[in-house]
């Protein structure tokens, strides 16, 4: 008895040191509502040529996302998680991509893990998930997609299969309390 | 004068080599399995059928015959839905179930549109691409195309399609309801998400195996599931409820009929040897049939095995009669006194039959034949077998008949002029309200709530098995196309109106050469200044200009089959037929039509559409197949009555003044029976019909028994086994669930307990034939 206590605590400490992709979501999901800032920057391979903008995004977990676009171009992007009477069928490929988005800005892992493999580095400071497509028809647009970050999602990239690069780069970020008005 | 007691045996012997022969060749013609036909138009004359619309008709059923959709509401969803997917997916062990499960987001979603769409993306536009350019060369077009190049999500690829082009073509293809949530495909139910299964099976849907491991499968969801819904669409469900259905039945209907009959034989003769000598009639006549008949025609038609199997009713009538004389007389029995009714009873019920072989309508003459040649066997071993077969008779069965006699015998009453008017009187209440009902649902012997499931969950999804459509041909593939576009706009202005249904034309995603040129002359007009200010404002390079026009250059045009070949058009496949041998055809699609008036207003509309335009017919497969019934049943009736004017002429031939007496009990069955169903409101179909061809032979042979024995006990008991029989082994039909049996079932019903009331009160009395008292004591 005394042994197998001591074997539980030693273990434990083991377990504790071990952070998941569980640990990783009850870390996000600890702030509902997200807003600050961001830097894109999209590598045309083709052209050889970079397609860079800026502005200020806010998040509501599970809602949506609100891509305000400030350089070069002034727009309001919306990315919600809308149940399918408010997106239209017209508009599914766009549905699915602010889906996959959404999923990666929120770490929401069961979801992604239906798509790609997972693998989690670092620590709860500093973590790192890399993301593959598991099926073929997805690696074909999609070679790899990286997350980084701390508190927060810091940094968020994708290497698509044609070669382009995406780089997001997220900052200036502070948690919105639920009283405060919606832009 | 009988014959020499070996020309008999001679005639005996031959008889079963003839019927070893018959094995032998069945046995041969059997060894692949039976070839049968379930097509109803293959009971149409060859030149009446058309080729492309039971192609066309065969390629829309195809679907819902390979695959089945399950759409699940619970709690739960993505637990329950991979419980179900996984035990879908293990079914049927080492033969699998299932060819392929889509019900992960990833199975359908993520397909890329392939290399054909994307080299021909430029001569595709939706109608708002093509508004907008028509417009102000396609200003407007800029600022969204900016947004997207820019969107974290971004597909757009600046060269190859800066105002993606492609994409919101394909989005404006893509009709279907079903989204994928939480990696899941599911469909909305008034805001519901309900996982959608869909499975392709790897047998047959009619087959036994798959049927029992898909119910098992989802008996065993529902229990360990109870909170969970469940709803179903496809071939396979209806299969395996008819089959579940017809076991039941066999089961409750069919044992208790067999229980029946064999209690009452048992009870009459006392033997189990007498009837095993009633059945091997039955027998030999279907082992001369079946051959010969597969031999004729090829193949058998599944109404003909099942009409045929009605045979035994007629067939055993013979057996009966010379079975109840036998037992009776006992040592006096001679068969010489029984053969001229027994030679005119199976002649009058070979010419109703035969009457229907002159029909020109293949299937008729096939059932025909069958019936004719079974009847044909069964009689020649009861006469050239069974007199020789001894029978241990029981004076039971003398006893037996005695009773019956007295107490229930016929007692004549029945006079010429009360026939007539009872006749005239049955006549014009038949003419006046019989109704006649060729509806499909006679075919259809699906539980209603079967139905019901199928039916909302076909509109859940958009989706129909195709009851109408255009059918459309042209001497080439673009004139084709042109004639489709024709259509479709035409339907497009009846929409706008307010007309209520949906379009699926292969032409809205494969348009004709001369729109794909137009339309590549607009995006060339696309790339001029609006692609200009799209590349400065983005800050892309100069270059991307040149390179994206350079695109424009050799665009292919997308035919339809480097459409149907893609990922996004493989599900309009169903709408192509191609070569039709002097051109190409295909199909409109019309769904989601308003019910009841609504759409037989649009029926008659497009019938009329259809008639101005060349090369073009419009089907409605269920009114199509519904006339097919109503013509089957028509030449029927036609033939049926020719025949029995005929048969009433040799009769009279022979009997003179009371051949209203022999045609009493048959005629007065079938009239009766009409006449019933004309009081009750009880419309007409072609297997009520059916039903009455088999009341017609037993009453015929009832008749002319009745009127050739003049009164003999053994004669009365085998009129009454003979109708009994047939009641218990086809009135008890009527209780059936599925409708063609239950009509076949009502009308023998009514008819036969109808042919033995007549034919006791058409015989003459008693008293007008007392000859029977001398055979009373010999057992």
């Known amino acids: ?183 | 004068m009988p014959p020499p007691d070996t020309r008999r045996r001679l005639l005996a012997a031959l008889w079963g080599g003839l019927l070893l022969g018959c094995a032998l060749l069945l046995a041969w013609l059997l060894r692949d399995g039976l070839p049968a036909d379930t097509r109803l138009t293959a009971m149409l004359p060859e030149d009446r059928r058309t080729p492309l619309v039971e192609r066309a008709d065969d390629q829309l059923g195809q679907a819902f015959a390979e695959r089945f959709v399950l759409l699940l509401d619970a709690p739960s969803l993505s637990e329950a839905a991979a419980d179900l997917a996984r035990a879908l997916q293990a079914a049927g062990g080492e033969r699998p179930l299932l060819a392929r499960l889509d019900w992960r987001a990833s199975d359908l979603a993520d397909r890329a549109p392939g290399e054909r769409l994307a080299e021909a993306r430029y001569r595709l536009l939706t109608g708002a691409v093509r508004r907008e350019i028509d417009a102000d060369g396609g200003q407007a077009l800029v600022a969204p195309a900016l947004r997207s190049l820019f969107s974290p999500t971004a597909t757009t690829d600046p060269v190859a399609d800066p105002f993606g082009l492609l994409d919101r073509w394909l989005a404006a293809r893509d009709t279907s309801p079903v989204q994928t949530r939480d990696g899941l495909l599911t469909v909305s139910d008034g805001g519901r998400p309900q996982a959608l299964l869909i499975g392709h099976l790897a047998a047959s849907p009619y087959d036994l195996a798959a049927q029992r491991s898909l119910t098992a499968v989802l008996e065993a969801f529902r229990a360990d599931h109870p909170e969970a819904t469940l709803s179903r669409s496809g071939l396979v469900f209806h299969a395996a409820a008819g089959a579940r259905q017809a076991r039941n039945e066999i089961t409750t209907i069919g044992l208790g009929a067999l229980a029946g009959l064999l209690g009452v034989l048992l009870a009459v003769f006392r033997s189990p040897r007498a009837i095993a000598q009633m059945l091997l009639p039955l027998a030999t006549g279907l082992l001369l049939a079946l051959p010969l008949t597969l031999l004729l025609f090829g193949r058998l038609h599944l109404l003909t095995l099942a009409f045929g199997a009605s045979l035994i009713g007629i067939a055993i009538d013979y057996a009966l009669h010379l079975q109840c004389r036998r037992a009776v007389q006992g040592r006096e029995f001679r068969l010489s006194p029984m053969l001229p009714a027994l030679s005119l009873g199976l002649a009058s019920s070979l010419v109703a039959y035969l009457a229907q072989a002159l029909t020109p309508m293949p299937g008729l003459r096939q059932m025909a034949v069958f019936a004719a040649l079974g009847l044909a066997g069964a009689w020649l071993t009861v006469v050239l077998w069974l007199p020789r077969l001894r029978l241990a008779t029981s004076p039971a069965t003398a006893r037996l008949a005695q009773g019956w006699w007295r107490r229930t015998g016929p007692r004549g009453g029945l006079s010429p002029r009360l026939a007539l008017v009872g006749l005239l009187l049955v006549v014009g209440l038949v003419t006046w309200r019989l109704d006649t009902d060729d509806s499909l649902a006679l075919l259809n012997p699906s539980p209603a709530d079967l139905l019901d499931e199928e039916r909302a969950l076909q509109g859940l999804l958009g989706r129909d098995t195709g009851r109408r459509y255009l059918l459309v041909t042209a001497a080439d593939e673009p004139r084709l196309l042109e004639r489709l576009e024709r259509l479709g706009t035409t339907l497009e202005r009846w929409r706008d109106q307010g007309a209520d249904f949906s379009v699926h034309n292969l032409a809205d995603s494969v348009p004709s050469p001369t729109r794909q040129a137009a339309d590549l002359k607009r995006v060339r007009r696309l790339y001029g200044e609006p692609l200009a200010e799209l590349v400065a404002r983005a800050g892309l390079p100069p270059r991307t200009l040149d390179r994206a026009r350079a695109r424009l250059e050799a665009v292919p045009l997308l035919d339809v089959e480097g459409w149907l070949a893609s990922p996004p058009g493989r599900h309009q496949r169903r709408l192509w037929l191609g070569d039709t041998g002097d051109g190409v055809a295909a199909l409109i699609l019309l769904a989601d039509l308003p019910p009841g008036a609504g759409a037989e207003a649009l029926d008659a509309r497009l019938q009329a559409l259809a008639d101005t335009r060349p090369g073009v017919t419009y089907v409605d497969r269920a009114a199509r197949l519904g006339r097919l019934l109503g013509e089957l049943r028509g030449q029927i009736a036609g033939w049926l009555g020719g025949a029995l004017a005929l048969l009433a002429l040799g009769l009279a031939w022979r009997y003179r003044g009371r051949t209203w007496r022999v045609l009493t009990p048959p005629l007065g069955g079938v009239l009766g029976v009409l006449g019933v169903y004309a009081l009750a409101g009880v419309p007409l179909n072609v297997f009520s019909q059916l039903g009455l061809l088999l009341v017609l032979g037993i009453g015929l042979d009832a008749g002319i028994f009745g009127a050739e024995a003049e009164g003999r006990a053994a004669t009365w008991l085998a009129i009454s086994l003979s109708t009994l029989t047939s009641l218990l082994a086809f009135g008890l039909l009527a209780f059936s669930a599925t409708p063609a049996l239950h009509y076949l079932g009502l009308s023998c019903l009514i008819g036969l307990a109808l042919v033995w009331w007549l034919a006791r009160w058409a015989a003459p009395g008693v008293e007008t034939s007392p000859r029977e008292s001398a055979h009373v004591e010999t057992p």
């Open chain 1, 1 to 183: 008895m005394t042994r197998l206590l001591t074997l539980l605590l030693c273990l434990l400490p083991a377990t504790a040191l071990a952070f998941g992709l569980g640990d990783l979501q009850r870390r996000l999901e600890a702030t509902p509502s997200l807003e600050g800032r961001f830097a894109q920057t999209r590598h045309l391979a083709d052209l050889d040529s970079q397609l860079e903008s800026t502005g200020h995004f806010r998040y509501e977990r599970d809602v949506r996302v609100v891509w305000t676009l400030e350089t070069p171009v002034e727009e309001r992007l919306e990315f919600s998680a809308a149940s399918p009477p408010e997106v239209g069928a017209d508009d599914r490929r766009q549905a699915e991509a602010a889906a996959l988005f959404l999923d990666l800005l929120q770490g929401h892992w069961p979801a992604l893990e239906e798509r790609f493999t997972l693998t989690l580095s670092g620590d709860a400071d500093a973590w790192r998930v890399t993301l593959r497509p598991r099926q073929a028809a997805l690696r074909q647009r999609i070679d790899e997609i990286r997350l980084r970050g701390g508190r927060y999602l810091k940094r968020l990239a994708l290497d698509a299969a044609n070669g382009d690069r995406l780089r997001v780069r997220l900052f200036d970020q502070r948690p919105v309390e639920a009283g405060d008005a919606a832009p």
